[in-house]
């Protein structure tokens, strides 16, 4: 079964904003708004 579009758009924007990430350009507030709770969001949607 392949992956819903949601879940492959979180992860394709995590993966474009890695650098950030990983330079501290983004806190964690940021990244939290911005890819945790959307993913928590869909993976509660799943279940």
């Given at each position: 079964?392949?992956?819903?579009?949601?879940?492959?758009?979180?992860?394709?924007?995590?993966t474009d904003q890695?650098?950030?990430?990983?330079?501290g350009r983004y806190?964690?507030?940021?990244?939290?708004?911005?890819?945790?709770?959307?993913?928590?969001?869909?993976?509660?949607?799943?279940?």
């Open positions: 079964m392949p992956a819903p579009t949601a879940l492959l758009d979180l992860i394709a924007r995590f890695l650098d950030d990430y990983q330079r806190n964690e507030t940021q990244f939290r708004r911005d890819f945790l709770d959307p993913l928590f969001k869909f993976l509660c949607r799943t279940i």
